[in-house]
């Protein structure tokens, strides 16, 4: 008979980055240019309802270094979010 | 960290930790019922729950977010206690009792979820809620009161009129006996046990005969 014990933790296989920003509602289409670009990202949001602005970006590839690189590119402040 | 930390830890693997999720979903409900939609900020609700804003966005991407999914999640609790042991091609009066026991149990134990979605019902996220619906139950549900109807054990209505009568009588007893007094200034400690809630049955039971 088997036994099955459900692990405690679940690793999401998409990795969650979070970064704190100046993007704003009206700065959307700029940042989608760039992140929509990016076949890497499964799926990123940005959260302007927050003080912090957080960008939320799903990828399993790519790294905060990277992110903040694009987004610092196009003129905004990206930093990542630490836990 | 220098330009080149990077290297040895090139991304830590973020994990979802069911205790965490529970802790954000459980303070959400509370500042919400407590202070309202308003209230609830990720920053407070991160300092409530003991996590970071950013533990937070792991599992929710903005506030609205959350309130959905929390939503989703309470509403998810109920269906599946209001289903536990019930038989869609029951009678219409046995179906009904265990709907009553199963509805008022879980609403009795979860005061604070109740308030919730009420809260959500009558707010703006209500007409994102009614797209989310399991349409299991509403199938389930919906099968029940067919056969009955068939059997000629219900009378057929509208779906509002029906549902007024057949749980809001329940509802209001499970509101007043959570409030924890009676009604009218009754000094008298209300609550809702078996005993109330068969003879109000009795009365609904009645009053949706053909």
């Known amino acids: 008979m088997y036994s099955f014990t459900p692990k405690p933790m679940e690793t999401i296989l998409s990795e969650v980055l979070i970064f704190k920003t100046n993007i704003h509602e009206a700065d959307v289409k700029t940042v989608a240019v760039v992140l929509d670009a990016d076949y890497r990202i499964t799926r990123w949001s940005v959260d302007y309802g927050d003080i912090d602005c957080v960008l939320r970006i799903e990828s399993q590839q790519l790294t905060t270094e990277e992110v903040i690189g694009r987004v610092s590119n196009i003129g905004f402040h990206c930093e990542e979010l630490p836990d | 960290m220098n330009e080149h930390s990077f290297i040895f830890v090139p991304f830590i693997m973020r994990t979802r930790d069911e205790n965490k999720e529970q802790a954000i979903r459980r303070k959400a409900i509370e500042m919400i019922v407590e202070e309202g939609f308003d209230g609830l900020s990720m920053q407070k609700l991160a300092k409530a729950a003991g996590v970071s804003p950013a533990t937070i966005y792991i599992y929710f991407k903005d506030r609205d977010d959350l309130i959905m999914q929390v939503w989703m999640g309470e509403m998810k609790k109920m269906v599946d206690a209001i289903l536990k042991n019930f038989d869609p091609e029951a009678s219409f009066e046995e179906g009904m009792r265990i709907q009553w026991m199963n509805r008022a149990k ?59 009568v057949a749980f809001a009588p329940l509802y209001q007893l499970v509101k007043t006996h959570i409030s924890g007094r009676g009604l009218r200034g009754n000094p008298e400690k209300f609550e809702l046990d078996e005993k109330t809630m068969n003879m109000t049955l009795k009365l609904v039971i009645k009053a949706l005969k053909p």
């Open chain 2, 106 to 164: 879980f609403l009795m134990e979860n005061p604070m979820s109740m308030h919730f979605m009420e809260q959500v019902k009558y707010s703006p996220y209500h007409n994102v809620s009614l797209t989310k619906m399991d349409s299991n139950f509403q199938e389930v549900m919906g099968r029940f009161v067919h056969n009955a109807i068939k059997r000629k054990e219900l009378v057929k209505l509208p779906f509002e009129v029906y549902w007024s």
